[in-house]
């Protein structure tokens, strides 16, 4: 359900928000960084390009949307004081891609995963920026998601504020550091495209749960596909 994209921006500026975020893995982001822009998972499949699997991958088929590109309103790692489980690299955007009115931009009442399967559009997204005011306050930030639908083609680095990595203080096997080894592997996809190296921050928290959530939550599979290039030695497909 398409909504106004300047009422939106307008809507969202009057709450503070002037940026929106994307999260994925190391691998996958690597991908966006040698596209050029965020691409939807379809895009990638069809390319044959690299991502990280996703579990939500065929529910997202099943719905629709594998086409499109999600973004937050808000850095959900801070949000919550935790790590984001889309994955450690954060893309953050200025919010003024709204109003690019090349974008249909629709957005939802709760992430698709949580879909019913007799649901209609006006179940699953806001049928108006009204809609979206009247109901922001009854609504979780992270079910809330600005959806970019159906992009076929890289998009959103003409946007792009900030690009930040988490350091999970994890060693795999007591030697292979995670966060030196994704910071590299950034560092080396960003080599000759000085604007956006320079966007390159790294998180390191204190009051956060993300770091033991790291260590205690994740299997080292699954810390190897979120922080690791597919092109390591060390990476699992």
């Known amino acids: 359900m398409k ?14 928000i002037t940026s929106l975020y994307h999260a994925n893995t190391v691998a996958t982001s690597m991908t966006f960084i040698e596209e050029g822009g965020l691409l939807s998972r379809e895009y ?23 086409d499109d590109i999600f973004l937050d309103t808000t850095d959900l790692h801070q949000h919550f ?23 249909e931009i629709w957005v939802t009442k709760d992430n698709p995963i949580y879909w019913s399967a007799n649901s209609q559009a006006s179940d699953n ?35 792009l504020e900030s690009i930040t990595l988490d350091n999970p203080k994890v060693k795999l096997n007591n030697e292979l550091d995670l966060h030196i080894e994704s910071k590299k592997a950034l560092i ?5 495209n000085s604007n956006m190296a320079n966007m390159l921050k790294l998180r390191n928290c204190e009051l956060c ?18 922080f690791l290039p597919d092109t390591h030695e060390a990476f699992e497909r």
């Not at 909504?3 to 503070?16: G, M, P, V």
């Not at 080396?188 to 000759?192: E, F, H, N, Q």
């Not at 749960?209 to 979120?226: A, I, M, P, R």
């Open 3 to 16: 909504l106004d994209n300047r009422k939106l921006y307008e809507f969202l500026k009057s709450n503070n």
């Open 44 to 66: 990638i499949e069809r390319q044959g390009l690299y991502q990280t699997p996703q579990q939500s991958d065929d529910i997202d088929k099943k719905f629709a949307v594998f």
């Open 125 to 159: 997204y806001f049928d108006s920026v009204r809609e979206l005011s009247d109901e922001w306050n009854k609504h979780d930030r992270q079910k809330m998601m600005v959806t970019i639908r159906k992009p076929s083609k890289p998009i959103l680095f003409d946007y």
């Open 188 to 192: 080396d996809v960003l080599r000759g």
């Open 81 to 103: 004081c935790r790590q984001n489980h889309y994955g450690p690299v954060l893309f953050q955007f200025s919010s003024e891609l709204l109003l690019n009115n090349g974008f």
């Open 209 to 226: 749960f993300c770091v033991g959530n790291y260590s205690d939550q994740l299997s080292q599979t699954e810390l190897v596909q979120k």
